[in-house]
């Protein structure tokens, strides 16, 4: 599902991956010049070195250019991807059913939406730009390390080998820890979001103090989680660094004795040492990219997860268009459950309105007033029966067409955090100008007629 967005652009994605490669193999050469800087010095050949110097400029110059141009096509491709993947995930949140709302937590949605589109990002640089330079600057490598002694490649590669094992179990270990530690942090968060949300409450009761306590119980096992992940980095320094530290030591072992021996040169040796001290370092940044991958897979999988929730009351393949209505509503013998109800919430319910009659739902809590009007807006499709409005039954039309036809005004308002115009006109039909909203003259009219 990811790359099903990113490859949406395959041309610019694949100029992206060679911009990247050409980049990263410009870049990763520096210590090739060294080599030749060192082993041209004792010859005393200044022109030689000063077109060497020419050179090492061209080529650093051209490696930040290429650099540069990657990022700027990467971004072309990475921002119009999370777009897309958004507003598609948007769009499929809106038009699934109302159960899935009401089912459904509305701080895990914004969760799954924030973490999911940050995990978007972190993905996209960490594979493409962190890791693909990192196996370019590895091939790089090994191709200058080949004509020297195939031992230290051997070496080389080894490390590398061994750091990926290591890797996998010790950012097993670290997810686990975090998952511990946040449980425990979602737990603090509780308590201070339900003290900010009913601070009326606490004080009305006088509960600051046992607010107080409740919180620092809580802090007992947070700081338990919290010292066993921050412990399992260490295990990760520990680890990793005893690997690289392993690996370098025989790189230079053999490089040493190859050089006492005359068979490397002294700029031989500098292009080893300068090779292994700039990747070995990338090393790190490799493991800490593999654990973001980790950390942020989970979250990608909740966020295009929500596609896979399946819509149950659906439109219409050929739905009817309604010209004027005129407003006969009937439920023919409409029954309703809902999942997992013990008994129906409506049960052969018939009720007919004429046009332009007025008429109430009276009734104890639970007798089926609201589920009736739900029913009306297609929030849920009956069991058994139909509704009709104007003698069509109203699962022969579109959901959004047939929900435009109604003013609803519900019993606990949520305003949107925007102006009291936009608040106001949400509601109105679209201009009589064709436009997609009411005009502001249409807002003002409704908003004296409500004495507001």
């Known amino acids: 599902m990811f790359y099903g967005f990113i490859l949406k652009r395959k041309l610019a994605f694949a100029g992206f991956v060679a911009l990247v490669i050409i980049a990263t193999t410009l870049q990763n050469i520096t210590p090739y010049f060294f080599k030749l800087f060192v082993d041209e010095i004792p010859k005393l050949n200044y022109p030689g070195l000063i077109k060497l110097l020419y050179m090492f400029i061209a080529v650093n110059i051209s ?56 995990a978007f990002f972190t993905l996209f640089f960490e594979i493409h730009h962190r890791i693909l330079e990192i196996v370019v600057s590895a091939f790089v490598m090994f191709f200058f390390f080949l004509r020297l002694d195939i031992r230290i490649v051997l070496f080389a590669f080894l490390s590398v080998a061994v750091t990926l094992v290591v890797t996998k179990f010790i950012i097993s270990f670290n997810i686990k820890k975090r998952s511990i530690f946040n449980e425990k942090e979602d737990e603090i968060s509780g308590i201070l979001t339900d003290n900010l949300i009913n601070y009326e409450t606490v004080k009305l009761f006088a509960k600051e103090k046992w607010e107080e306590n409740r919180l620092k119980d809580k802090f007992v096992g947070w700081i338990k989680a919290l010292w066993g992940y921050g412990n399992s980095f260490r295990l990760i320094d520990f ?13 230079l072992f053999v490089s040493l004795q190859n050089a006492v021996h005359l068979k490397l040169t002294v700029g031989d040796f500098v292009l080893v040492t300068t090779f292994v001290g700039l990747f070995f370092s990338k090393l790190w940044e490799l493991v800490f990219s593999l654990r973001d991958i980790a950390k942020t897979y989970a979250d990608i999988e909740i966020y295009f997860g929500l596609l896979d929730n399946e819509i149950t ?8 268009k309604l010209g004027k209505v005129s407003g006969r509503i009937n439920f023919n013998n409409v029954s309703f459950s809902y999942k997992d109800g013990k008994q129906d919430a409506l049960k052969d319910f018939c009720l007919k309105i004429k046009k332009g009659e007025s008429i109430a739902l009276i009734g104890k809590s639970g007798s089926g007033k609201t589920t009736a009007v739900k029913l009306l807006m297609r929030f849920f499709d009956t069991t058994k029966g139909n509704i009709t409005i104007d003698g069509i039954d109203i699962k022969n039309l579109n959901k959004d067409k047939l929900r435009s036809l109604m003013g609803v005004v519900p019993q606990e308002p949520i305003l949107f955090n925007n102006t009291i115009s936009y608040n106001i006109g949400y509601g109105l039909p679209a201009g009589k100008a064709g436009k997609e909203n009411a005009t502001l003259g249409e807002i003002k009219a409704v908003a004296n007629l409500a004495n507001i």
């Not at 491709?77 to 993947?85: Q, T």
């Not at 659906?314 to 009817?320: F, I, M, S, T």
């Open 63 to 118: 490696g930040l250019l290429f650099n540069i141009a990657s990022f700027w096509v990467g971004d072309f491709v990475l921002f119009n991807s999370a777009k897309e993947a958004r507003l598609k995930i948007f769009n499929y949140i809106q038009s699934l059913d109302f159960a899935f709302h009401t089912g459904k937590s509305t701080g895990s949605l914004i969760s799954a939406f924030k973490r999911g589109d940050s």
């Open 239 to 251: 680890s990793i660094g005893a690997v690289t530290n392993l690996g370098l030591f025989l790189i």
């Open 313 to 320: 009351v659906k439109d219409p393949e050929k739905p009817v």
